[in-house]
């Protein structure tokens, strides 16, 4: 479909990033920063929803110390972000942070991002020049009228050379815009400048519907193009929500193991049960499933149809592993292709649970 850029390769704790690696997601925590407990707790749902890393603020060095706290019993590297106060990033080195995330636009001058470099370098932490347009310095606004990708790219390449004049090359870097055609812009010409690997995002994208297509269509388009290592899918709603977006994203692209796949129809005025909210129960079921299954079962995770009615569900159901077709109030069940039953609604999402479980058990339909 494509070739991927090749990046420099780094590393974020265990975690590869550049260099021809698996393409991660991230997120960022939403909990207090100052509260161990519901920090650890955030992580390891954004963990157990697939996220690769996770990202937490650290806004004054008391918040350093708590991320050392959750670090202990975190399953994924975690990322501290800093603004403002250069000495957060020193705090949070000492506290056993994974990687740094860093903005250009708010973290002062040179002596700061060399302080940094340095503490970096001695911890063997990568770092991340993160450019938002929201808060771009005021020299480059100045300059180029607007926060503009030409301004997004010439922040994030400046403080590139800070880091790289202080011998510092474990670096990442990120140009986010709110707007697709921004973002798009930024990211195609960094990518022609820089060999740092790219994380790639859409700020402040909005809700879940309209921030998951800004972010589904900004970050498509570049993945396709073969730009991008890391991407987290930023919306004002739940941390695991980015983390099931960014992994949807990916799924589409070819990018990561397919994982649960749910094919499921709009529905009509000829539907006479509940689609709406058995397909969400079902795609809800499968993806504890799919978590809770080895590696090789999830390389050959059955696929699923829950459909409405006669018109395409038996023809969707012959090309599905295991299927609901919509009657009166009920379903009619299809495992490998062929008819299995029919089932009550109430009972529908546990006949598709007990089959692909079952089906996970021996061989696929067409496989011997």
């Not at 519901?38 to 992580?43: D, I, Q, R, T």
């Not at 929500?241 to 990018?255: H, N, P, S």
Request: net charge positive; with cysteine; hydrophobic share 45%.
């Amino acid at each position: 479909m494509f070739t991927r850029d090749q990046t420099r390769a780094l590393r974020i704790g265990s975690l590869p990033l550049g260099g021809g690696a698996p393409v991660s997601v991230q997120t960022m925590a939403t909990a207090d920063p100052h509260d161990a407990a519901a920090l650890s707790a955030e992580v390891l749902r954004c963990a157990a929803a697939g996220a690769d890393l996770v990202r937490l603020t650290v806004p004054d060095v008391a918040a350093a110390r708590v991320l050392g706290e959750v670090r202990r019993t975190s399953p994924v590297p975690l990322v501290a972000d800093i603004h403002f106060d250069h000495r957060c990033a020193l705090a949070a080195l000492e506290a056993g942070a994974d990687a740094l995330r860093l903005n250009p636009g708010n973290i002062g001058g040179r002596a700061n991002i060399q302080a940094v470099a340095r503490a970096a370098r001695a911890k063997g932490v990568p770092v991340r020049v993160g450019v938002n347009g929201g808060s771009l310095e005021r020299d480059l606004l100045a300059k180029h009228g607007a926060a503009t990708a030409a301004a997004l790219v010439e922040s994030a390449l400046r403080h590139v050379k800070l880091l790289e004049d202080e011998g510092f090359r474990d670096i990442a870097v990120s140009v986010k815009a709110s707007d697709v055609p921004r973002t798009l812009a930024a990211y195609r010409q960094l990518a022609e400048r820089t060999d740092c690997p790219l994380h790639l995002g859409v700020t402040e994208a909005g809700t879940f519907v309209p921030g998951t297509v800004r972010s589904s269509v900004a970050l498509g388009v570049l993945l396709a193009e073969g730009v991008g290592d890391t991407v987290r899918v930023s919306l004002t709603d739940r941390p695991e929500r980015e983390v099931q977006v960014g992994l949807e994203i990916l799924r589409a692209l070819g990018l990561r193991e397919p994982g649960p796949s749910v094919t499921s129809c709009p529905t009509c005025g000829r539907t006479k049960a509940d689609v709406f909210s058995v397909a969400a129960a079902v795609e809800d079921a499968l993806a504890r499933e799919f978590q809770a299954a080895v590696p090789s079962v999830r390389r050959t995770f059955p696929r699923v149809a829950v459909m409405g009615c006669a018109v395409n569900g038996p023809g969707e159901a012959r090309g599905a592993d295991v299927a609901l077709c919509g009657g009166d109030g009920d379903f009619l069940l299809y495992v490998g292709g062929k008819p299995a039953g029919r089932v009550l609604q109430d009972g529908a999402v546990a006949a598709v649970v007990d089959a692909v479980r079952r089906l996970n058990a021996g061989p696929r339909k067409g496989e011997r």
